[in-house]
């Protein structure tokens, strides 16, 4: 069983659903991080938080730590908003993040 | 452009050769990361520096891998006698330290056949 398990592996929505994406951890962390990847390769940090929720634009993220869960929210989804939406944890004692899989999002017009 | 520089972007090897590819990272981040990432996969742990000292290896770093960062600013990753399963997206990672933001580089591609 992998530490991070994201779930699901493959969403498509229309423009202008609500999405969730979830993750599901089992080990301690210092930190959870939702990153971004578009097609040919690159990453980008949406969110690092341990603990409650964070807000920016029309993404939201939240954790509960007791649960070792965080859901990723899009409002107002937009075609703009496909790519793959990673999970990755950073646990204590160590400095690697450890990541799950990936949600492939696709939004279509 | 998230400012974490790699290069080159894609590398093309037969079997057998070395390849090394190079990260510049945020000028004034002291960690630097380095990651591998397959198709379909998340990117997988290889090593981490702060400034030039090597803290962290994983077991996926074989002795065929080694991982500089010489003067505490850009590191290159070395792979030598390349095999097939070597292929994969190599990606470079820098921060300020625990807390701060990660920045990722657009990845380097390599391909072994």
């Known amino acids: 069983k992998n530490e991070v398990e994201q779930s699901p592996q493959n969403l498509t929505a229309q423009e202008g659903e609500f999405i969730t994406i979830n993750c599901s951890y089992s080990?301690?962390?210092?930190?959870l991080h939702w990153l971004q990847q578009h097609p040919g390769g690159g990453i980008v940090s949406l969110f690092m938080?341990?603990?409650g929720k964070k807000k920016h634009g029309r993404l939201i993220a939240t954790i509960n730590i007791q649960e070792k869960h965080s859901s990723l929210h899009i409002t107002a989804s937009h075609p703009r908003d496909s790519a793959v939406y990673i999970c990755?944890?950073?646990?204590?004692?160590?400095?690697?993040?450890?990541f799950g899989k990936g949600t492939k999002l696709t939004v279509n017009p | 452009d998230t400012g974490v520089s790699q290069n080159p972007r894609h590398k093309i090897t037969k079997r057998g050769q070395n390849v090394t590819f190079r990260c510049d990272p945020i000028?004034?981040?002291?960690?630097l990361y380095w990651y591998r990432q397959t198709l379909g996969q998340g990117p997988e742990f290889l090593t981490y520096?702060?400034?030039?000292?090597?803290?962290?290896k994983s077991r996926l770093l074989s002795d065929r891998f080694s991982a500089e960062r010489p003067k505490g600013s850009f590191s290159t990753l070395e792979i030598q006698r390349t095999e097939q399963g070597d292929s994969a997206m190599y990606l470079c990672a820098s921060d300020r330290g625990a807390g701060n933001t990660i920045y990722f580089g657009e990845g380097s591609w390599l391909t072994v056949v």
């Open positions: 990755a944890v950073g646990q204590g004692g160590s400095e690697k993040l450890v």
């Open positions: 520096f702060q400034n030039e000292a090597q803290l962290e």
């Open positions: 938080l341990s603990s």
């Open positions: 080990v301690g962390i210092s930190a």
């Open positions: 000028s004034e981040h002291n960690r």
